[in-house]
C-alpha cells in the first residue's frame, strides 16, 4: 500500500484536532450543523494534505480550515434561525460551570458578524495568542488586536442586557 | 473588568460534547463517496519528475555536442575548401616554378 502513510498521517491529524475542530465549529456555527461541517472540514484536510507544505504548522492550517468551513456555512445560513435552544443539548454538557452563562454567551456570539466571532473564539475560546489568531486568518497582528477590543465590548453590551433580563 | 469578563468567557466557553462514535467512519465514508481515497500524485513529486527530465535533456545534449566530430560543411563550403587548397597549391608550385626559373 504505497499510501498509507498518508492515510496513517491524516488519522494523526483526526486523533489530535477532532475535537478542537469540533469545538470551533460549535461556536461559530451555533451548533445545528456541527456533524456535518465537521465532516466537511476534515474532506477538505484530507483534500489539501498533499498540497500542504511546511508554510505553517499543522495546527495553524487545521484551524483555518475549519474557520473557512464555518465561515462558508454562515454565508449560506443566518446562525441566529439555526442555533440549538440550550434544552436539546444539555445531556452533552456537563463541564459546564453555568449553563446560563453557556447559553447568554452563545447567543450573544451569534450577534457578532463573523469577523469578530472567529477572533473572540480563538483566543478567548481556543486559547490561541494573538499572534496565532493573526496567524490563522491570515491577518495583521493590529487587526486581530482591534477586532478582539470591539467584539469584547458588543459581547459585553450583549451579554449584560441578557444576563440583567 | 476585563480580566474578570475574560475569565467569565473563558470558564463558560459552550462545548458541543463528545463527537458522534462512528465520526470517523463516516470522514472515511465521505472520501470515499469523492472516490478520492488516495492522494493524487504529488506536486513534490511531479516537480521531482521535471527536474530530472531537465537534467536528462541538457545530459544528452551535451552528450551529442561531444560526439560530433567537428562542424559540418554544405557543398558550396566543401567545393571552396577545395578551390582554396588547390589554389594554395597552385601558388606553391608557382613560387617554386618562378624560384628554379630565376635560379637556372
Known sequence: ?165 | VTDLFKDFLKKNRPLPGEAPKDERQAIWARIAATGETHFPTRPLLWKFIAAAAVVLVVFALSLRTLDLPGEELTNEEVLSESLLLSFLDDDDSDELYSFNSVAN
Not at chain 1, 507544505?53 to 495546527?59: C, D, F, I, L, P
Not at chain 1, 495553524?60 to 468551513?69: A, C, G, L, P, Q
Not at chain 1, 444539555?90 to 463573523?114: C, F, G, N
Open chain 1, 1 to 165: 500500500m504505497p499510501f498509507t502513510s498518508d492515510k496513517e498521517r491524516f488519522d494523526k491529524i483526526y486523533t489530535e484536532y477532532h475535537r478542537m475542530v469540533r469545538n470551533v465549529t460549535y461556536n461559530l456555527t451555533g451548533g445545528a450543523a456541527v456533524d456535518d461541517l465537521v465532516q466537511e472540514s476534515f474532506l477538505r484536510i484530507w483534500k489539501g494534505l498533499p498540497r500542504f507544505g511546511s508554510r505553517s504548522s499543522v495546527k495553524t492550517w487545521v484551524y483555518r480550515v475549519t474557520v473557512n468551513v464555518a465561515i462558508d456555512y454562515l454565508r449560506r445560513t443566518p446562525v441566529l434561525g439555526t442555533l440549538i435552544p440550550w434544552e436539546e443539548t444539555r445531556d452533552h454538557r456537563e463541564a459546564y460551570t453555568k449553563p446560563e452563562h453557556q447559553e447568554a454567551i452563545q447567543l450573544a456570539l451569534a450577534k457578532l458578524d463573523a469577523e469578530h466571532r472567529t477572533t473572540i473564539v480563538l483566543h478567548y475560546f481556543e486559547d490561541l495568542s494573538i499572534e496565532e489568531v493573526a496567524g490563522v486568518l491570515e491577518v495583521p497582528v493590529g487587526t486581530v488586536k482591534s477586532r478582539l477590543h470591539n467584539g469584547r465590548h458588543k459581547l459585553e453590551e450583549s451579554l449584560k442586557e441578557r444576563i440583567r433580563d
